[in-house]
């Protein structure tokens, strides 16, 4: 009791020290159990800095001329307002630094940026996020789901631009 943080095995392995000769599951069995969990679970975490987390990604447009379109969208988590949404043909890392420091201009910006591990986010945008006091969290390799308040933004976008490229097309269609 006096070391809660002590597990099953590190008691089993003190009692051997002192000579002791007992089985690990015995030690299991006997151990006062806690009350509660450890910490906050994610979701209590997640309503307790929500207001300080925003969501950031990049994303490819094909165009109905058969152009790709990148946008760069950011999002905070809290409400889910798209913070910043902006397009290009040609991203660079200087462009992205660009677009946070005008998505957050004052001292408005989070204190967490959550992001993927595209290359094109280089050490010039982790350089301008640190200079605005933004910690900027990756996310695991191929996990997109770490990131799904951008990408629920972004399949949003996807849908409505496809769902307005076919509408046009139809009238285009219509007249001919």
């Known amino acids: 009791m006096e070391n809660p943080l002590w597990g099953a095995p590190r008691i089993h392995g003190e009692l051997l020290k002192l000579g002791i000769e007992v089985a690990q599951s015995s030690v299991a069995k006997h151990m006062v159990k806690r009350r509660g969990p450890p910490s906050q679970g994610w979701r209590t975490f997640l309503r307790n800095h929500a207001p300080d987390i925003a969501a950031m990604d990049l994303f490819v447009v094909p165009t109905i001329g058969f152009d790709l379109l990148y946008a760069f969208v950011i999002v905070r988590l809290d409400r ?24 957050f201009p004052w001292d408005d910006g989070p204190k967490y940026l959550i992001r993927d591990r595209d290359q094109i986010y280089g050490a010039v945008v982790t350089r301008r996020l640190r200079a605005m006091g933004i910690r900027d969290k990756p996310t695991a ?15 949003s976008i996807r849908r409505e631009c496809w769902t307005t490229s076919l509408s046009w097309a139809r009238r285009i269609c219509a007249e001919f």
Not at 85 to 99: G, H, L, M
């Open 80 to 103: 889910r307002d798209p913070v910043w949404i902006n397009v290009t043909t040609n991203p660079t890392a200087e462009w992205i630094a660009r677009q946070i420091t005008e998505a």
């Open 141 to 155: 390799p191929a996990s997109s789901w770490q990131n799904g308040f951008a990408e629920r933004l972004i399949g």
